[in-house]
């Protein structure tokens, strides 16, 4: 009798879907881009994939860094693969597995490198009959990367925007920095990124701000810079979900609220207490948020799967 109820437990606590992990790869014009492809395992059972776009940075696959350590990407993977989708996450160009050949060189990096590999992985598997929907899910940064190549591809079938800027980096830029600088200082720094914007290198960068302003990041900032996310999102034709923590203290609110402005036929999902790596936490405090920014054992907020696949089920 010990052993049919040993059985009997065991039965009802297996998980609902079976994954596989397969290593997938893109060639690009410098490198070649590894990623992590989970699904069910069974290719008679088509189900949807869900892209993740990771966010600014060197962020890998997993939603790491050099300096941090979360997993929150891989977290959020493992919820969707968990509810019945497969999910494709993948380590940027330049980063981690993806890194370039003779080693990294900032100079050489574009924001269009970006739009290109999410354009290719989208083809990669467009007719693949494992999958019968693409939806892609950008975080931060990668939600401009999403949002475009939604309306340029024609297979992606829906987008999720993932406490994604509302406004050009610049205006992200200022108001982030505003909370650091003197006004004096922030007068400089916002005609510095202004400056920027217009597509004009600096000749002098303010000292504090050298790792973001370097000689060898401006070109990368400046093609950056050339996209709009609000602009970006009212082109949106497919279905969207637009979602944001009430604690991200690096995108907050209104950034959220920029885009539903753009998009009105999005939906949108206000997360409370979930902070920019989508983990729970009350306070906004810097100090509190960065303990968790590296904090792999903090499990996302409870809160967020069930959005997303709330909103990819709904998809016709």
């Known amino acids: 009798m010990k052993l049919y109820l040993t059985l009997l437990t065991a039965l009802f606590i297996a998980p609902a879907f079976s994954q596989v992990a397969d290593s997938v790869e893109i060639q690009t014009s410098n490198t070649v881009v590894k990623g992590t492809l989970t699904w069910s395992g069974d290719p008679s059972q088509a189900q949807p994939l869900v892209i993740l776009i ?6 890998d696959r997993n939603g790491n860094n050099p300096q941090m350590t979360n997993n929150s990407l ?20 330049g980063t981690a597995a993806s890194r370039l050949p003779h080693g990294f060189n900032q100079k050489e990096m574009s924001f269009e490198y970006f739009l290109d590999d999410a354009n ?49 980096i610049q205006e992200v830029l200022k108001k982030q920095l505003a909370a650091t600088l003197s006004i004096e200082m922030q ?19 303010p000292e504090i701000l050298y790792s973001i302003m370097h000689p060898t990041v401006q070109p990368f900032l400046i093609s950056w810079m050339k996209y709009d996310p609000a602009i970006e999102a009212a082109k949106l034709k497919v279905p969207a979900l637009f979602v944001n923590g009430t604690t991200d203290v ?15 036929n999005a939906k949108v999902v206000k997360i409370k207490n979930m902070n920019h790596i989508f983990k729970p936490i009350s306070s906004t405090d810097m100090g509190d948020q960065l303990e968790l920014y590296d904090d792999p054992e903090v499990a996302i907020h409870k809160k967020l799967v069930p959005a997303l696949t709330k909103f990819i089920g709904g998809l016709k």
């Open 74 to 93: 891989k977290m959020l993977s493992e919820g969707l693969v968990s509810n019945g989708y497969a999910c494709l996450r993948y380590d940027k160009r």
């Open 54 to 59: 990771a966010g600014s940075g060197p962020t």
């Open 187 to 205: 007068g400089l720094v916002n005609a510095k990124l202004d400056t920027l914007a217009m597509g004009d290198t600096l000749q002098f960068a």
């Open 120 to 168: 290719d992985w989208v083809n990669k598997f467009a007719n693949d009959v494992r999958f019968n929907k693409i939806i892609i899910a950008g975080h931060s940064q990668g939600s401009l990367i999403g949002m475009i190549t939604a309306n340029k591809n024609e297979h992606v079938d829906a987008f999720i925007s993932l406490a994604g800027p509302g406004q050009p």
């Open 250 to 264: 690096q995108v907050s609110l209104d950034e959220l609220n920029s885009l539903a402005e753009a998009q009105p």
